[in-house]
């Protein structure tokens, strides 16, 4: 991480790397994180809570919100809200400052399970407060929902998300949003989720330290997983938002959708740079950053192409909340550009290894070399199996669903890479 200072001194801009993934167009940028000095350490942040409080949930309402309450004082850096849902939808407080005014708030009476009435508000409310503050630095919303059950009251999901996500960008464009799902017993639906967060959300979050979708088939299990959660936003809420810019449409961040010429990534503290795809024929050039500095992007010498795994990883992980929000028809593409791109990172990865000595070399030299080969067979069989596991994915049941969003494959490509490594001391060697 370098501070926005010390990017000024080699001019207004400072420098990131990027090359080319094979004879494709897509390009692999690595941009340095700028940090100016004279502003937070994180970005604002706002949570919004939208809790089941349908007559199945009983006292879990309460249980989970008073769980939830100490991120009010732990994450949370501007006013957040409370919405509790039944048959209708009430806001308990959109100015929520403490854990303890979170703690004090009653959740009234139960019903029927009416979600999207929840989600509507607790949009409605992010949209105010978005106006509220349109001249003051721009506020990260994390939306989270929690359920035990299948909508049955009011119009479905299936037709009213997609319209709040429509109404939440045309009246807040450029909002920073960002969705969790907490699925409480086999009964609650993990495509619905995951269609919320397709239609809402602007900014994934890392899932370094937020899963993708968290589940608890009893609600014996619920405090674990609500713990886990509270630790993820912890985590996060310690980070930065960067909205990035480009002369051109050609930043690559939804395999399934044309390039744009923005995006928004959330960074940690821990991240000294941040990395992007970018779709054009000629080498992209530069980008802006939204606290003015401008990145001259320059040609890698030392192509990264593990780091390209992970990235890729990462468009695996969004390519299955799609493919779990509707169906296959709506990630085919997605699946033929990220099966074109495995393909790619395979061929130079090869060709950085092609210069293998065996006949004369040293036993040290022959396990190094064989370690190599064996690296790039595991990372490109690894996200292989899991593009062919996107296309071949049939479940139904919710669990099987959530599995499918945080089971074995859902880790880090880079992780491949280190696993090569040991598996390989075991491998014999080649002669």
Not at 249 to 256: C, N, P, Q, T, V
Not at 311 to 332: F, N, Y
Request: glycine share 6%; with cysteine.
């Amino acid at each position: 991480m370098i501070t926005k200072e010390e990017a000024v001194d080699v001019g207004v801009e400072t420098k990131g790397t990027a090359f080319r993934i094979g004879q494709t167009d897509t390009w692999f940028a690595k941009i340095p994180v700028v940090n100016d000095e004279n502003s937070a350490d994180s970005s604002p942040l706002a949570l919004h809570f939208v809790l089941d409080n349908s007559m199945s949930m009983g006292k879990l309402t309460d249980e989970v919100k008073n769980e939830f309450s100490p991120l009010i004082d732990g994450a949370a850096s501007k006013p957040s809200s409370l919405t509790v849902f039944h048959d209708k939808a009430d806001v308990l407080s959109p100015n929520i400052g403490t854990t303890k005014e979170m703690m004090a708030l009653q959740t009234g009476k139960q019903g029927m399970t009416n979600i999207p009435a929840g989600v509507k508000r607790a949009v409605d409310t992010i949209i105010a407060q978005e106006k509220d503050n349109a001249n003051t630095e721009k506020t990260h919303h994390i939306l989270v929902l929690l359920t035990d059950g299948m909508h049955n009251s009011g119009p479905p999901p299936e037709t009213r998300f997609p319209k709040i996500g429509k109404h939440l960008r045309e009246s807040v464009p450029d909002v920073q949003l960002s969705v969790v799902v907490v699925g409480i017993t086999k009964n609650s639906s993990t495509s619905m989720g995951m269609l919320l967060k397709t239609s809402l959300e602007t900014v994934p979050l890392s899932s370094d330290c937020v899963d993708t979708i968290y589940f608890a088939p009893t609600t014996k299990e619920m405090s674990k997983v609500t713990s886990k959660l509270v630790d993820g936003l912890i985590n996060i809420s310690r980070g930065q938002i960067i909205k990035v810019s480009h002369a051109e449409e050609a930043i690559l961040a939804d395999m399934g959708a044309k390039p744009t010429s923005t995006t928004t990534v959330r960074s940690l503290p821990s991240d000294k740079d941040f990395i992007l795809l970018f779709e054009c024929s000629d080498f992209p050039g530069s980008v802006q950053l939204d606290n003015g500095t401008t990145v001259q992007l320059a040609e890698s010498e030392d192509p990264s192409y593990d780091q390209v795994a992970e990235l890729l990883q990462k468009h695996l992980e969004k390519t299955r909340v799609q493919r779990v929000a509707s169906d296959m028809e709506s990630v085919r593409s997605s699946v033929a550009r990220l099966g074109v791109l495995i393909d790619a990172l395979e061929g130079e990865m090869k060709k950085s290894y092609s210069g293998l000595h065996l006949a004369k070399a040293r036993a040290v030299d022959r396990l190094t070399q064989n370690r190599a080969v064996t690296t790039i067979i595991v990372v490109a069989r690894e996200l292989r199996n899991q593009l062919a596991e996107i296309a071949n994915f049939a479940a139904q049941n919710s669990e099987e669903q959530a599995a499918f969003l945080n089971g074995k494959y859902s880790k880090f490509a880079s992780k491949a890479l280190r696993r090569a490594v040991p598996a390989c001391d075991k491998m014999p060697l080649r002669r």
